[in-house]
């Protein structure tokens, strides 16, 4: 073998490089395709919600603390009425209540399944909450409406239908979701953390509410974020039982709105480039906008409530 | 495993490649999209359609009377599907839309069938759903609060009613729900509750209620002494042509207005005996 | 004694939790299944859907939705499969990447019926799919990727990099050591991840109501060829789904028996879940011991 043979084949690209290559472009295709569709669902949510703004010279402070939503009248002062208050404490009140129902649950079913008894667990528990994800929400709005409405009505008065309704189905909703989320969170907690704990004595409670919990915060903290922008965009099941009065909710069993119920109702009754229209898509970029601002603050929290 | 990757990227492509290119399906077909109340109605004629005539299909959507009247409007299909006159839709350019009214619908009050009310006058109507009035025993019910339901703003059946019935008053917040089929269940289940809906939707759940001591019958729709009712609108960009043509002919046919138009309720065109303009103006039909 | 009395209290309380969650699914799916079954038939699971009359079945809505899932499965699971390899193995670590992953979370949370529009303006409008199974499939891809690829990126995170050392050690470039050792000890997670799409996708009723469309061409099932419009393959004719079916009987139906027909239809759905949970499960073993020499799952 000369030289020049040597050379060669120590500067051409061996064939693991050329691999490596071929696999770094492949996944960067997949994620920039992702980026491509994430960014053009931006976009269009975007180009279509400011609409409102620019063409149709809604004030945003207005449109933000208004109380009346019905884009087709004009007030007092000839502006339109797209006050979308009621829907956005709505979409807050349910989000909220279910998440805060919702997190111990998830918790303490997530703990069972990774600390106490991951047989069972495995056996019983996932593939329940598995299939839970798998009902599809006009199921849930409906067993919601024949069974949770009337509940709701039976023990706490009014027509059953409002936040406290919503909150319930959304409760049953997110909890999958975030149950398995943590289970995620719980198992890439290294084993010698545990070890480390028992072998100190500690019992296996004080394991997993000193050690594992600790450890694993950062991570329930993202699977309960992830279970309310679920709540915070769930459209089918919620407007069955929340009964879509556009009216700043006095309490938990009145009749309320969320953004999405709203959204869904008057997609198809309003006109592609009406002011309805276009009001309704401000909705949706609310719907996109809020997830990120609570995504942002609690992920603040979560930084600094983690184990140092 | 990477084998595998590449067989199902590869197939993927394809897939988009091959429907990417628009080939050429055998056989004809023409879109109607649009009211979700007459969805059910232009399904049952185009299937009807396609038997009598292999090959040539009628493919039916729903999404809103606002869905049908944006799409035909930038014609993007070949029949959009309103429950009202597309003057009436704001957004709408009616200027080259061709009206084709295939069918007339009812609406009509109903209530729990516990609220023992059996007439309402179009006044009390009215005041229920603005707000003034708010218990059943202001009208000789029992003592229970009125429950308002409404349907979603811009739903062909709320404005058929709010014209009729509100005649220019505004109603108050209250429920809404944007489908028939819901509105039926919450009356049926919720005590003291009230809404409106279309006559072919009416069942055992829930009771109607005579309006000025009229009862919601198609009899008394057809002589316009039921106030309460709209045309269902077929609307096409341009006149239309070739398969559009043959379908809008064979859905304003004799069989079709009997077989499939009056079983589902609606109440055929040609039974009307007055017709109704868009300003309300009401003439008699002579045969 | 106080940490142990608190370790029993505990445990107790964490039984209980679990027990109260299988306690509502239990509820739920009887519910489903008592009030539905009884009205499932062979004739209900074959027969054609009727418009108006009574004795309807669903044969053609539980086609369109297998299809429909293969379908958005096939474009789906590669990509999100690419962009989590890419998210996890070589993305920099730097403030671009965190973005990248924010939004996807985002949109993970936008309302369905936002995916269904901007299907249908894009898809069905723009590209002129029309109202088809392709603009559907896309549509639930949109729907689907963002929670797909977060849980294939965390499958794979959850690797011990010591597997990976293994890998490179053995003189396996990266992209090699991905998916001969990483990607195969992630299985379990990415199968349950897709269990967890495909249940989503079955159960998707909002965003293919624009794309996919709420009624099918009469099929013909002797015409297999996918360029004939009546042909069941066609993936350019308009599909109903079954979750599609079960809204629209409950929205504007006017079959006299949709109460039945759509309990029917929500028991045979959640029997179709539970069966794909089942199948993906099993597959998923049998590929995990296949692609990885453990016999039995960790």
Not at chain 1, 61 to 85: E, I, R, Y
Not at chain 2, 39 to 65: C, K
Not at chain 2, 74 to 85: H, K, M, T, W
Not at chain 3, 244 to 268: C, F, L, M, Y
Request: aromatic letters at 8%; hydrophobic letters at 45%.
């Amino acid at each position: 073998m000369n030289n020049d043979e040597i050379r060669a084949s120590l500067l051409k690209r061996s064939r693991a490089s050329k691999n490596e290559i071929f696999g770094k472009v492949i996944s960067g295709i997949c994620i920039t395709i992702i980026i491509g569709v994430v960014v053009s669902i931006f976009y269009f949510v975007a180009s279509k919600g400011l609409a409102t703004f620019f063409t149709d010279k809604v004030n945003l402070w207005k449109f933000l603390t208004g109380t009346v939503w019905n884009p087709s009248t004009n007030d007092a002062q000839g502006d339109p009425q797209v006050g979308a208050l009621p829907m956005i404490v709505g979409s807050f009140s349910v989000t909220f209540l279910a998440a805060i129902v919702a997190t111990p649950f998830a918790i303490g079913a997530a703990v069972f399944m990774t600390e106490i008894s991951p047989k069972l667990g495995k056996r019983v528990l996932q593939p329940v909450i598995e299939l839970l994800v798998g009902i599809p929400s006009v199921v849930y709005g409906f067993i919601g409406l024949s069974v949770v409405v009337p509940f709701v009505r039976r023990t706490f008065g009014g027509s059953g239908f409002g936040i406290l309704s919503g909150t319930f189905v959304l409760f049953v909703m997110i909890l999958p979701t975030v149950t398995s989320m943590t289970v995620d969170a719980l198992n890439s907690v290294p084993r010698n953390y545990r070890e480390a704990s028992l072998a100190l004595g500690a019992t296996r409670w004080q394991t997993i509410y000193k050690v594992v919990l600790r450890a694993s915060v950062s991570g329930i903290i993202t699977a309960v974020v992830f279970g309310m922008s679920r709540a915070f965009g769930e459209a089918l099941a919620v407007q069955m039982v929340i009964g879509n009065a556009m009216l700043l909710p006095g309490n938990l069993i009145s009749p309320a709105s969320t953004l999405t119920s709203v959204l869904t109702m008057g997609m198809g009754n309003s006109v592609m480039g009406s002011l309805s229209n276009n009001a309704l898509w401000s909705l949706a970029l609310l719907l996109l906008i809020m997830p990120l601002v609570f995504n942002i603050l609690i992920r603040w929290i979560g930084k600094r409530g983690a184990m140092h | 495993m990477k084998k595998r990757l590449i067989a199902l990227l590869g197939l993927t492509s394809l897939l988009v490649i091959l429907s990417g290119c628009q080939l050429k399906q055998t056989g004809e077909s023409i879109t109607a999209v649009g009211s979700s109340a007459l969805q059910p109605l232009v399904e049952a004629a185009g299937d009807r359609f396609t038997e009598d005539n292999p090959g040539q299909f009628i493919n039916v959507q729903g999404g809103g009377s606002g869905t049908g009247l944006s799409q035909i409007q930038a014609a993007s299909v070949e029949i959009g599907n309103s429950d009202l006159y597309a003057e009436q839709k704001s957004g709408i350019d009616p200027k080259d839309l061709v009206d084709h009214k295939v069918a007339v619908v009812g609406v009509t009050p109903v209530v729990n069938p516990e609220i023992s009310v059996k007439n309402l006058s179009t006044d009390q109507l009215a005041k229920i759903f603005s707000g003034d009035i708010t218990n059943w025993n202001k009208l000789g019910g029992p003592n229970q609060k009125i429950v308002v339901i409404n349907r979603a703003q811009g739903s062909g059946t709320r404005d058929t009613f709010e014209r009729w019935v509100m005649k220019g008053r505004s109603t108050m917040q209250a429920q809404e729900q944007d489908s028939t089929g819901m509105v039926r269940q919450i009356v049926a289940s919720t005590p003291g509750a009230i809404s409106y809906m279309a006559f072919p939707y009416v069942d055992k759940t829930v009771k109607t209620v005579n309006v000025d001591n009229v009862t919601p019958t198609d009899k008394n729709v057809q002589i316009n002494k039921w106030k309460i009712w709209s045309y269902e609108h077929m609307y096409t960009n341009g006149k239309p042509t070739g398969l559009t043509a043959k379908f809008m002919t064979y859905i304003l046919s004799d069989t079709i207005q009997d077989e499939i138009v009056g079983e589902m309720g609606y109440i055929p065109i040609k039974d009307m005996k007055v017709s109704r303009t868009l300003a309300g103006k009401v003439a008699t039909i002579n045969e | 004694m106080t940490a142990r009395k608190w370790d029993k209290v505990a445990t107790t309380v964490l039984y209980l939790i679990s027990i109260f969650i299988i306690f509502v699914l239990a509820f739920l799916l009887l519910y489903i299944l008592i009030s539905g079954l009884p009205h499932v038939s062979w004739h209900f699971i074959t027969g054609r859907s009727s418009s108006f009359e009574a004795g309807g079945g669903i044969g053609v809505q539980l086609f369109n939705s297998i299809y429909l899932l293969v379908l958005a499965m096939i474009i789906s699971v590669p990509l999100s499969l690419g962009a989590g390899i890419y998210l996890s193995e070589y993305a920099p670590k730097n403030w671009v990447t965190s973005l990248i992953r924010n939004a996807i979370e985002v949109l993970s949370s936008l309302p369905s019926v936002v995916v269904g529009l901007f299907g249908f303006l894009v898809f069905s409008i723009n590209f002129k799919f029309g109202f088809s199974i392709l603009s559907g499939a896309l549509a639930l891809t949109v729907f689907n990727l963002p929670l797909l690829t977060r849980k294939v990126e965390d499958s794979l995170q959850a690797i011990h990099y010591t597997q990976r050392e293994a890998g490179y050690a053995l003189g396996l470039s990266r992209w090699e050591t991905v998916i001969h050792v990483v990607v195969p000890a992630a299985l379990p997670g990415i199968i349950t991840g897709m269990i967890l799409g495909m249940g989503r996708i079955f159960g998707e009723a909002a965003a293919l109501i624009y794309t996919a469309g709420q009624s099918s061409p009469p099929l013909d099932f002797s015409n297999w060829n996918p360029m004939y419009i009546a042909s069941p393959l066609n993936p350019m004719r308009s599909a109903e789904t079954l979750a599609v079916h079960i809204w629209k009987i409950n929205s504007e139906g006017i079959i006299p028996d949709a109460t039945q027909v759509s309990a029917a239809s929500s028991a045979v759905l959640v029997l179709f879940v539970l069966l794909l949970n089942l199948a993906a499960r099993y597959v998923g073993n049998r590929l995990y011991g296949r692609l990885t020499g453990v016999k039995e799952r960790k």
